[in-house]
């Protein structure tokens, strides 16, 4: 393939012209152009995989000489949203004398400390483990990437002969070892021992390619991986059906969802035995081809081969010993099913752990799965967050991929049990793991908020994620609730927040909303009943119709969605809140408001019924009890303002001046004043407390519950 060929079929090819001629002469702007569309590209590389580099002349800011600097994507970080701040750069020099210093592969961990000696730019990204691997290579350009068609042949138990006779002998090769210092000497020597060579597979890990341009890097990179990607489709079906052949079907989409939303509660709470999951679900057609296959049970426990797939989806998968028909109503016979299941892939982790650690090896982490394969359904993952399963779930896609590959043109071969736990144990990464910020409150908890397209409930569902909770926003006002979406979207990734209908009246949309809930996240641990509205009448005005949408929505409303709420909870085994956003109303009589006070009492009151059977489960069950919550409210919006405004002798306009006026803190209360009182109920302090009533009103004396 010459070098401006740019007819590819496997790989997209990204480059523009006049977008890199904007940018020539700086070698580390193209770099970064170069990095993202690589990113951009899910077959050439996974998200946060690989790492790319370039090398350019630069002034040292001691002597004023022209020097060699590597600028090199650093740890942490994504291909795809590359940016200079995520750069390391490095004297060229220094690195490489690191050598003469250099005590063995026995020593390997300490030549990490001594990178930050040949650091250039003071400020910029700390260097990841991969550096050496680029130092030691004399090009300008060089790109590591995990392409799943190069791991396919990289992972093959003949790699070594398929890449020397797809490539004639124009890519390295180099056998499996952990990245580090020495795994740079060893490429430079492959270099050395093959002169003109335009690349190295690394046995079982990934690709190295390179280029004295960016371009050049760039259009090499995407050749070589195109040639493996068309040498792996040719050689599909020659062995025979891919994976075997097909031992089952899958259930038709619809009800595959059904049973996986059904399902993920009781996976999440078996997960969540140490610590509080997240899940995802995925029927992808690349899964669904390996899970309903004949070799599945052959595959799935030799686990993957790269290192990037390994550490984030665990030595193995677990599959579940379920047809895909299994009757799933019965709660207890499923969990009796799958219980002994996940305590044998614990005690299989467990003696991994202990027949592979070393006397400095890190405690042994969560014991769990967490990449879960259901035959005939689809892979449920778990991790502490929405994007870490996600993630993981990509990965092992990836993972697969490279499985079917290898098995095409070979048999796949995944990393022996002691290079795997030396890479997940690895004192770098324990330390990397250390370095992690401290959770938020509420991470790893999911919370469904009615009525949270507007007001209140957008408040709360607002802090909640901004205190690290994934939120379920729910309204139902489509429009509203589409508007609420936007803004959410702007402010959250779509791993924080999903957004579903829900009429609070009716079964069918509370259960729909509690699948989507389920669906996007694994389950639900907080319920928040804020969906309301209110009428003000006199007595005489007041009419039957009037009546029955108060109680429906406030207090018929309130027990379906905890009740549906409930039912997810006791799936996951692991507690839950309630909480109840009522009103001083609640509690306080007063004027033209005989339905709208008298449903809100019955909100109370069913709030301390509930608490009262619930606590058994260890679900709590507490109440808000705001009042004169005006901004951005839609009940106000109607004739509640009007009617309140009339029965209190002053105009709408005065409302909220005379509602502050009349409390003993002189204070407008808003949204935010709710939100902040659900986020103490939940938020970890009051774990031992329900059947509470805790009113932001300003000090409304007649509302003091005692």
């Not at 996974?46 to 022209?66: E, I, Q, R, V």
């Not at 990490?112 to 004399?138: M, Q, R, W, Y």
């Not at 296959?293 to 052959?298: E, G, I, P, T």
Request: include cysteine.
């Amino acid at each position: 393939m010459s070098v401006r060929d740019t007819n590819f079929k496997y790989v997209s090819y990204l480059w523009d012209d006049a977008e890199a001629a904007k940018l020539a002469g700086d070698e580390v702007a193209l770099l970064i152009y170069r990095s993202n569309l690589l990113g951009a590209d899910l077959r050439l590389t996974n998200y946060g995989g690989g790492n790319t580099s370039c090398k350019a002349m630069a002034k040292d800011p001691l002597t004023g000489a022209d020097t060699e600097i590597m600028w090199v994507k650093g740890s942490g970080g994504d291909l795809g949203t590359l940016k200079k701040s995520g750069l390391a750069a490095l004297f060229v020099d220094r690195l490489r004398n690191l050598k003469n210093v250099y005590r063995g592969i026995a020593h390997e961990d300490e030549m990490v400390e001594l990178f930050n000696h040949c650091i250039f730019d003071l400020n910029s990204k700390a260097p990841s483990i991969d550096t050496p691997l680029h130092g030691f290579l004399p090009f300008k350009h060089i790109d590591h990437l995990h392409p799943d068609a190069a791991i396919a042949i990289a992972a093959a138990k003949d790699g070594e002969q398929i890449t020397a006779d797809l490539f004639k002998g124009k890519i390295g090769w180099v056998e499996w070892q952990r990245p580090g210092f020495d795994l740079g000497l060893k490429l430079k020597a492959c270099l050395d021992e093959n002169p003109g060579i335009k690349g190295i597979m690394l046995g079982s890990h990934g690709l190295f390619t390179w280029g004295d341009t960016a371009y050049e890097s760039y259009i090499n990179t995407l050749g070589v991986i195109e040639q493996c990607a068309e040498y792996l489709e040719k050689n599909y079906g020659k062995k025979g059906a891919v994976f075997g052949g097909k031992i089952i079907d899958s259930l038709e989409q619809t009800e595959r969802l059904h049973r996986a939303a059904i399902l993920a509660p009781v996976l999440r709470g078996l997960c969540s035995e140490k610590t509080r999951m997240i899940g995802h679900f995925t029927d992808d057609a690349r899964v669904l081809e390996f899970i309903n296959s004949n070799d599945l049970d052959r595959l799935a426990p030799m686990g993957t081969s790269c290192p990037d797939h390994f550490l984030r989806t665990k030595i193995s998968p677990l599959v579940l010993q379920l047809s895909p028909e299994e009757d799933l109503s019965d709660l207890p016979a499923i969990k009796g099913k799958l219980a002994p299941v996940f305590e044998a892939y614990r005690k299989m982790y467990a003696d991994y752990y202990e027949n592979c650690k070393h006397p400095n090896s890190p405690a042994m982490r969560d014991a769990n799965p967490v990449v879960i394969l259901y035959p005939g359904i689809g892979m449920f993952t778990f991790a502490k967050d929405k994007q870490t399963a996600r993630v993981a779930a990509e990965f092992y896609i990836n993972a697969i991929n490279v499985m079917k590959g290898a098995e095409a043109v070979s048999e796949y071969t995944s990393l022996p049990r002691q290079e795997a736990f030396n890479i997940e144990y690895w004192l770098l990464e324990e330390a990397k793991l250390q370095r992690m910020p401290k959770p938020k409150v509420l991470s790893g908890r999911i919370a469904l908020v009615t009525g949270s397209a507007g007001g209140i409930g957008k408040a709360i569902a607002k802090k909640f994620a901004d205190e690290g909770a994934c939120v379920v926003v729910t309204d139902n006002d489509e429009g509203r609730l589409a508007g609420a979406k936007d803004e959410f979207g702007k402010q959250y990734s779509k791993d924080v927040f999903a957004t579903t209908l829900i009429d609070v009246t009716n079964k069918a949309t509370i259960d729909s909303a509690f699948s989507a809930a389920a669906m996007a996240f694994g389950g639900v641990d907080i319920v928040v009943n804020c969906a309301g509205l209110s009428i003000s009448k006199p007595l005489e005005e007041h009419t039957e119709k009037d009546w029955d949408i108060l109680y429906d929505v406030l207090v018929k409303g309130q027990f379906m969605v905890t009740q549906a709420g409930v039912e997810v909870m006791r799936k996951q085994d692991s507690g839950g809140d309630v909480l109840n956003i009522v009103s001083k109303n609640a509690l306080v009589s007063g004027p033209n408001n005989a339905g709208y006070g008298s449903a809100k009492a019955a909100q109370l009151h069913l709030s301390r019924l509930n608490a009262a059977e619930l606590g058994k489960d260890h679900i709590r069950v507490n109440v808000i009890n705001p009042d004169a919550v005006i901004a951005d409210s839609k009940i106000w919006a109607g004739d509640w303002a009007a009617g309140r405004a009339k029965a209190y002798g002053v105009t709408v306009e005065e409302l909220p001046g005379y509602y502050a006026k009349r409390t003993l803190l002189n204070e407008v209360i808003l949204p935010e004043d709710i939100a902040n009182a659900c986020l103490a109920f939940v938020g970890g302090l009051l774990n031992k407390s329900t059947g509470n009533v805790l009113n932001v009103d300003g000090g409304v004396a007649a509302a003091f519950v005692r």
